[in-house]
Nanobody
Framework: QVHLVESGGGLVQPGGSLTLSCAAFGSILSINNMTWYRQAPGNQRELVATITRDGTTNYADSVKGRFTISRDNAKDTAYLQMRSLKPEDTARYYC???????????????WGQGTQVTVSS
């Protein structure tokens, strides 16, 4: 059984920083892309940043220059460093591994339960 667990969310003032973590647990063979999404109340879920296994990254325009995605393949963990946070960054942040292969060679799309980020003074 494989699952993703996000952590690191919280309340932060505008201009502040947070680092989110997404750890994959279970019988894992390989994880290809790891992606962070976010969803604010009343809004659709939107892609924030994605990273390939070899470290190639891509960002939403709204977070470029402020957020940095990284990963540690040995720990099956992805990170999202968020700086210069704005109130509009307030959302629940979700981790996604769309092509995770477990040790039975089964490939599935996995999501975490999310972690709340609130940017407010």
């Amino acid at each position: 059984q494989v699952h993703l667990v996000e952590s690191g969310g919280g309340l932060v003032q505008p201009g502040g920083s947070l680092t989110l973590s997404c750890a994959a647990f279970g019988s894992i063979l390989s994880i290809n892309n790891m992606t962070w999404y976010r969803q604010a109340p009343g809004n659709q879920r939107e892609l924030v940043a994605t990273i390939t296994r070899d470290g190639t990254t891509n960002y939403a325009d709204s977070v470029k220059g402020r957020f940095t995605i990284s990963r540690d393949n040995a720990k099956d963990t992805a990170y999202l460093q968020m700086r210069s946070l704005k109130p509009e960054d307030t959302a629940r942040y979700y981790c996604n591994a769309p092509r995770l292969i477990d040790r039975s060679l089964t490939q599935k799309d996995y999501w975490g339960q999310g972690t709340q980020v609130t940017v407010s003074s």
